[in-house]
Structure formats: structure tokens, C-alpha cells
T-cell receptor, first 112, second 123 residues
Framework: TQLLEQSPQFLSIQEGENLTVYCNSSSVFSSLQWYRQEPGEGPVLLVTVVTGGEVKKLKRLTFQFGDARKDSSLHITAAQPGDTGLYLCAAKKSGGSYIPTFGRGTSLIVHP | GAVVSQHPSRVICKSGTSVKIECRSLDFQATTMFWYRQFPKQSLMLMATSNEGSKATYEQGVEKDKFLINHASLTLSTLTVTSAHPEDSSFYIC???????????????????FGPGTRLTVL
């Protein structure tokens, strides 16, 4: 079973639409990261959330950490073709050794 | 963010040969680095944790004699794919863990910073 369940797995939308990607688990995390990866490149860290209920914004991207620190969401407003890529959430379980766990990823395509 | 380099970015080799991939953290010391394998349109699969000055920790199902890892310094880890076969063809990515805490949108908290990846094709 996957520790981090990410949904949806695939998303194909038109430029200007909004979207939300979810990262859920039954485990509590001390921190959670979101990455974006473009084809043929390594993932790039977008944000780290640490506090339950925390909301962070990065331009048109809004990241939220659940109150219980078991889930997170990434919301993109007015998506652009440049947002196309694979979005990955990663987390470390509370109290565990630092071995990161990744979700399966959400492959986003934004059509112009 | 921190910078991690990976070399080579692309390699094509014949079946049976060995290939070495280098991962360097350029602006911080990384006691821990990770090696991942990724198939098209899939997430990252952790292969092993590379610890400076000690043996690597391999994930279940990963052959340590086939994927040799050496973390000889705080800024360099290498992955050697020995006796490569076509099924070893994949995208290999390393990451370096930056310890400690920091401030800002993406600072600290034991975050990983990834290299650009190495595309290995075994003929």
C-alpha cells in the first residue's frame, strides 16, 4: 500500500482553469514537501509545510497542510502551459528516521 | 534553493559494461544522499540511502552488488551500475539532504534537493 495517496493521477486542462491536487495519508507527518518535475529533469522543491493548518502561497500556487498533518493540497489558480509537469508530494513520518516517501505523482498538462 | 549536480546527464552503453554516475552537492555538505530510479510518467522509486563514511542502506529488492554506492566525501556520492543489462535502462536521480532548519518558503527542515537526473540506455 502507498503511504502517500496522491490524486488525481492525471490531469489535462485548458489554460486559465483552476485545479487542486491532493496528497492524503493515514499517517502523521512532521513535514511535507511538494515538488514539480519536468520531463527529463530532476524534481524541483516548491514548498515545505510543517505546521498543521498551514497555508503557503507561491504566486498562483497555494499549498495547505491539514490540521492533523496527515494530508495536503496544492491549488493552482489560472493554470498556464508552463505549469505542465509532474507534481510530487513527499513526507517524513513523525518520529521516523529521515527516509522520504513520495506519492505516485500527478501528471498535469495545461493546454494553451 | 541548493544546487545538486549529476554527471553524466545521458549515457548509452553496451550490455555487460559498468556505468558510474556522480552526484555532487555544490553549495552545502550532505551527509546523506539518496538514489532514485524513475520510469516514464511514474513517481520516484528509492533505491538506496547513501551515508558519508559508511555503507549505503538499500531498499528491499535492490541488489547491492549490482548498484554499488560510494559516498566518499560530504559533497560526492557515486552510483555504479555493474554489468548493465537493457532492463537497467532508466532515469536515475540523486538527491542530497540539507540538514537543519531554515526560513523562507522552502528552507531547511531536512529537505532534499535533486540532481537533474541521468538517462541510462543499455543496448
Amino acid at each position: 500500500t502507498q503511504l502517500l495517496e496522491q490524486s488525481p493521477q492525471f490531469l489535462s486542462i485548458q489554460e486559465g482553469e483552476n485545479l487542486t491536487v491532493y496528497c492524503n495519508s493515514s499517517s502523521v507527518f512532521s513535514s511535507l514537501q511538494w515538488y514539480r518535475q519536468e520531463p527529463g529533469e530532476g524534481p524541483v522543491l516548491l514548498v515545505t509545510v510543517v505546521t498543521g493548518g498551514e497555508v503557503k502561497k507561491l504566486k498562483r500556487l497555494t499549498f495547505q497542510f491539514g490540521d492533523a498533518r496527515k494530508d495536503s493540497s496544492l491549488h493552482i489558480t489560472a493554470a498556464q502551459p508552463g505549469d505542465t509537469g509532474l507534481y510530487l508530494c513527499a513526507a517524513k513520518k513523525s518520529g521516523g528516521s529521515y527516509i522520504p516517501t513520495f506519492g505516485r505523482g500527478t501528471s498535469l498538462i495545461v493546454h494553451p | 534553493g541548493a544546487v545538486v549536480s549529476q554527471h553524466p546527464s545521458r549515457v548509452i552503453c553496451k550490455s555487460g559494461t559498468s556505468v558510474k554516475i556522480e552526484c555532487r552537492s555544490l553549495d552545502f555538505q550532505a551527509t546523506t544522499m539518496f538514489w532514485y530510479r524513475q520510469f516514464p510518467k511514474q513517481s520516484l522509486m528509492l533505491m538506496a540511502t547513501s551515508n558519508e563514511g559508511s555503507k549505503a542502506t538499500y531498499e528491499q529488492g535492490v541488489e547491492k552488488d549490482k548498484f554499488l554506492i560510494n559516498h566518499a566525501s560530504l559533497t560526492l556520492s557515486t552510483l555504479t551500475v555493474t554489468s548493465a543489462h537493457p532492463e537497467d535502462s532508466s532515469f536515475y536521480i540523486c538527491s542530497a539532504r540539507r540538514p537543519g532548519q531554515g526560513i523562507g518558503l522552502a528552507g531547511g527542515y531536512n529537505e532534499q534537493f535533486f540532481g537533474p537526473g541521468t538517462r541510462l540506455t543499455v543496448l
